[in-house]
């Protein structure tokens, strides 16, 4: 079974500062990665993913993350954070053959202070 | 289009009491997905159908819930009888065959609680 491990439940940061959003995963075959964002009083929406070729992939608004199969991470990282970003985001897998399911971690709430 | 649509966006009831739950996917989507969210559990997936059938409903807590998906553009979840535990937002989604489950489009969710 595929488990995935989101390392900080809550991560405040100030306007314009960098930020990483940890994320671990557990997999015995191979797998497809994620990265949801739910902002207040919505539901989640797909932000990026990593199916296969380069290991960075980006968002449109600033979001990268980077696949690493040695450390079985996909962190999450954004150079310079807005106001706008304040939400909570969740990293997922799937199986590359076989169940059409997502596996979610328990999230992280980004917040963005002035 | 208009997205995934879910009704009532909240509902309030009683212990003990039905509880339906609508979703409306996106047109063309033949996956659809119903998860849980509460804050001790985070995000759950409760059942998922693919061309209307049901797949893996696994992850339905009890008896007491119940999912049916009679077309393709119509899914109900109902908890009959309802519980103060149920209380949690419950969201739909949905994504195309194609893609697997490379995208999933959610809902704006439904609240409910129950008293």
């Known amino acids: 079974a595929q488990s995935v491990t989101q390392l900080d439940s809550q991560v405040p940061v100030f306007e314009e500062a960098p930020v990483e959003l940890r994320c671990n995963y557990s997999?015995?075959?191979?797998?497809?990665l994620f990265w949801y964002v739910q902002y207040p009083n919505q539901g989640l929406q797909l932000l990026l993913k990593y199916l296969s070729g380069s290991t960075l992939v980006e968002s449109i608004n600033g979001f990268e993350a980077e696949f690493n199969k040695s450390q079985t991470s996909f962190h999450l990282r954004k150079p310079s954070v807005h106001i706008s970003d304040t939400a909570e985001y969740f990293c997922a897998v799937s199986l590359i053959q076989g169940a059409q399911k997502l596996v979610f971690g328990q999230g992280t709430r980004l917040t963005i202070n002035p | 289009d208009a997205g995934v649509i879910q009704s009532p966006r909240h509902e309030v009831t009683e212990m003990g009491q039905e509880v339906t739950l609508r979703c409306k996917p996106i047109?063309?989507?033949?996956?659809l997905f119903w998860y849980r969210q509460t804050m001790m559990r985070g995000l759950e997936l409760l059942i998922y159908?693919?061309?209307?059938?049901?797949?893996?409903d696994s992850g339905m807590p009890e008896d007491r819930f119940s999912a049916k998906m009679p077309n393709a553009s119509f899914s109900t979840l109902k908890i009959q009888p309802s519980e103060p535990r149920d209380s949690a937002v419950y969201f739909c989604?949905?994504?195309?065959?194609?893609?697997?489950?490379?995208?999933?489009?959610f809902g704006p969710g439904t609240r409910l609680t129950v008293t």
């Open positions: 159908f693919n061309n209307n059938v049901p797949i893996d």
């Open positions: 989604a949905s994504s195309l065959g194609t893609d697997g489950v490379l995208e999933q489009y």
């Open positions: 997999s015995s075959v191979s797998v497809y």
């Open positions: 047109s063309g989507h033949d996956y």
